[in-house]
């Protein structure tokens, strides 16, 4: 079937290579591209049931996961063992790493868990040389570093190589989710509208949305776009599959350039040039890894006691938000339903310090102090019968179970 799926695949690819573009042949591209993207997802998710996978099985530890990905000798293992304490085998031919080699940047307080995988060659985003399974853990991680030869970038296009096999799985790289409302209804047809000038979908969009819906069987829905976005960003929206990382381009082996070249390449937009052999630019990719995670640290505090500095919550974006809610979730969940208000020192504040809500968002480096209600104040709450019930319960079923081990 997947064989297949594949042809079929390469027959649409080649169909919309030879399609000139232009004002009449924009609805016949619009439908090719969803029937595209419809056959992807169904080669990368096939139906049926999984059975146990042979991916590579990693366990999420710390506070952000940062995978490597790069084609092979392109040196992903060097730079692992040289940012972290963690030795990965290193060797000068290609495919020294077969599987998955977790280790663990200790940086400003917090840990970051960084994956060393084994090199992707092209053709990965079908199966070939494990790429699979690279790309299902790249799937996982907050950010991603793209390790490539700053020697060899010149004559082989392995940024673009590798870009094009990531989005076909569908992943978009430094890219935020499109402003786009759809959805489906029992009934009453097909309702287009834009809040601004759609410019990239041709001269008639309303008709070109109209192909894609068709080929999704979505005969009944309401769509919105609230900004000038592309054929491709709207089949996004109705796979509803994509995820959105951020990343990195790691120049490495710059000892082998001209300056000329290394000043070139470091300009690029979200580049960093390094040399892992001469420790060159360590530092300030960890700098670059810190600042495109957006890791938020919170100090928190006890009423009459200074704040303790040495092990802070950490929050992320990616993982629940910076809010205050999200960090007393992670100190214990019933410190959410229990809340009465927060004291914040720092950044996010205008006064130190201000008396704040769970919604209030949190800024790197704040002080945090919770003050919950009281047991007479949660007895006067409208859920407080139901919580003792519950308590009672989950107390007896507990004991229940110890009588029967007993016996």
């Given at each position: 079937?997947?064989?297949?799926?594949?042809?079929?695949?390469?027959?649409?690819?080649?169909?919309?290579?030879?399609?000139?573009?232009?004002?009449?042949?924009e609805?016949?591209?619009?439908?090719?591209?969803?029937?595209l993207?419809?056959l992807?997802?169904?080669?990368?998710?096939?139906?049926?049931?999984?059975?146990?996978?042979?991916?590579?099985?990693?366990?999420?530890?710390?506070?952000?996961?940062?995978?490597?990905?790069?084609?092979?000798?392109?040196g992903?293992?060097?730079l692992?063992s040289?940012?972290?304490?963690?030795?990965?085998?290193?060797?000068?031919?290609?495919?020294?790493?077969?599987?998955?080699?977790?280790?663990?940047?200790?940086?400003?307080?917090?840990?970051?868990?960084?994956?060393?995988?084994?090199?992707?060659?092209?053709?990965?985003?079908?199966?070939?040389?494990?790429?699979?399974?690279?790309?299902?853990?790249a799937?996982?991680?907050?950010?991603?570093?793209?390790?490539?030869d700053?020697?060899?970038?010149?004559?082989?296009?392995?940024?673009?190589?590798l870009?094009?096999?990531?989005?076909?799985?569908?992943?978009?790289l430094?890219?935020?989710p499109?402003?786009?409302?759809v959805?489906?209804?029992?009934?009453?047809?097909?309702?287009?509208?834009?809040?601004?000038?759609?410019?990239?979908?041709?001269?008639?969009?309303?008709?070109?949305?109209?192909?894609?819906?068709?080929?999704?069987?979505?005969?009944?829905?309401?769509?919105?776009?609230?900004?000038?976005?592309?054929?491709?960003?709207l089949?996004?929206?109705?796979?509803?599959?994509?995820?959105?990382?951020?990343?990195?381009?790691?120049?490495?082996?710059?000892?082998?350039?001209?300056?000329?070249?290394?000043?070139?390449?470091?300009r690029?937009p979200?580049?960093?040039?390094?040399?892992?052999?001469?420790?060159?630019?360590?530092?300030?990719?960890?700098e670059?890894?810190?600042?495109?995670?957006?890791?938020?640290?919170?100090?928190?505090?006890?009423?009459?006691?200074?704040?303790?500095?040495?092990?802070?919550?950490?929050?992320?974006?990616?993982?629940?938000?910076?809010?205050?809610?999200?960090?007393?979730?992670?100190i214990?969940?019933?410190?959410?339903?229990?809340?009465?208000?927060?004291?914040?020192?720092?950044?996010?504040?205008?006064h130190?310090?201000?008396?704040?809500?769970?919604?209030?968002?949190?800024?790197?480096?704040?002080?945090?102090?919770?003050?919950?209600?009281?047991?007479?104040?949660?007895?006067?709450?409208?859920?407080?019968?139901?919580?003792?019930q519950?308590?009672?319960?989950?107390?007896?079923?507990?004991?229940?179970?110890?009588?029967?081990?007993?016996?």
């Amino acid at each position: 079937v997947n064989m297949g799926i594949v042809e079929k695949i390469k027959e649409i690819e080649a169909e919309i290579a030879r399609t000139q573009k232009n004002k009449a042949t924009e609805h016949h591209l619009g439908g090719l591209k969803a029937k595209l993207a419809k056959l992807r997802s169904q080669l990368l998710e096939p139906k049926g049931a999984g059975g146990p996978g042979d991916g590579f099985d990693v366990k999420k530890f710390g506070d952000a996961r940062v995978a490597l990905i790069g084609f092979p000798s392109v040196g992903k293992s060097t730079l692992l063992s040289s940012i972290t304490e963690t030795e990965s085998e290193q060797a000068a031919y290609e495919f020294t790493t077969l599987t998955c080699i977790p280790g663990i940047i200790n940086y400003k307080d917090t840990k970051i868990q960084l994956l060393d995988l084994p090199g992707i060659i092209e053709g990965a985003a079908h199966g070939k040389g494990r790429g699979r399974q690279v790309i299902a853990v790249a799937k996982s991680a907050d950010l991603i570093l793209m390790v490539l030869d700053a020697a060899k970038e010149r004559g082989n296009q392995h940024k673009d190589i590798l870009e094009k096999e990531l989005t076909t799985v569908g992943l978009r790289l430094n890219q935020t989710p499109p402003d786009i409302y759809v959805k489906e209804k029992p009934s009453g047809g097909i309702k287009f509208n834009s809040t601004v000038k759609l410019t990239q979908m041709g001269s008639d969009p309303a008709k070109v949305v109209y192909n894609v819906l068709h080929e999704y069987r979505m005969h009944n829905c309401e769509v919105l776009f609230r900004e000038d976005c592309t054929v491709d960003q709207l089949i996004d929206v109705i796979e509803g599959n994509r995820k959105y990382v951020k990343c990195l381009y790691v120049y490495n082996k710059i000892d082998m350039c001209s300056i000329e070249h290394v000043d070139q390449l470091s300009r690029r937009p979200n580049a960093v040039a390094i040399s892992c052999n001469l420790e060159l630019g360590l530092g300030y990719l960890l700098e670059r890894i810190w600042a495109s995670l957006g890791l938020v640290r919170v100090f928190t505090k006890k009423k009459g006691h200074p704040p303790s500095f040495d092990s802070p919550i950490v929050l992320t974006e990616g993982r629940g938000g910076c809010t205050v809610e999200n960090a007393c979730a992670q100190i214990h969940k019933e410190l959410v339903e229990n809340f009465k208000y927060a004291m914040v020192w720092g950044t996010s504040t205008k006064h130190n310090p201000q008396r704040c809500g769970l919604s209030h968002i949190l800024e790197d480096e704040d002080v945090l102090q919770i003050v919950i209600k009281t047991a007479e104040e949660q007895r006067h709450d409208k859920s407080y019968g139901q919580k003792v019930q519950t308590y009672y319960d989950t107390y007896h079923q507990g004991k229940k179970k110890k009588a029967k081990l007993k016996t």
